[in-house]
């Protein structure tokens, strides 16, 4: 059983910062991927990035890439998405998702992951 907990939202202006936080409970945390979705209201949950279990494989979505890194912490069961360059179309609830599943193309889709957070809200005014 893994327990995650995302913080680090807020209110941010455009072009500013935020780093999100994942943390978890359990002791095989780190054999797990880990991805954050996002979801803004009226529209879809969309992946925005993916970290394999040792941290050495990962995807973004094209909407983010060169602006968001995703990392991750096993000593500290952490995983992160720093944000940048942040622009009002990156406002919605951020999840992270832990996935029993080898890397894979196939975690690009949330029914692939086996535990969830409750989400942070991100707010980024023009």
């Known amino acids: 059983q893994v327990q995650l907990e995302e913080s680090g939202g807020g209110l941010v202006q455009a072009g500013g910062s935020l780093k999100l936080s994942c943390a978890a409970s359990?002791?095989?945390?780190?054999?797990?991927?880990v991805g954050w979705f996002r979801q803004a209201p009226g529209k879809e949950r969309e992946i925005v990035a993916v970290?394999?279990?040792?941290?050495?494989?990962?995807y973004y979505v094209d909407s983010v890439k060169g602006r968001f890194t995703i990392s991750r912490d096993n000593a500290n069961n952490t995983v992160y998405l720093q944000m940048s360059s942040l622009k009002p179309e990156d406002t919605a609830v951020y999840y992270c998702?832990?996935?029993?599943?080898?890397?894979?193309?196939?975690?690009?889709?949330?029914?692939?992951?086996?535990?969830w957070g409750q989400g942070t809200q991100v707010t980024v005014s023009s």
């Open positions: 970290t394999s279990w040792s941290g050495s494989n990962s």
């Open positions: 359990g002791r095989t945390f780190s054999s797990y991927a």
């Open positions: 998702a832990a996935s029993r599943r080898g890397w894979s193309t196939r975690l690009v889709d949330g029914s692939e992951y086996d535990y």
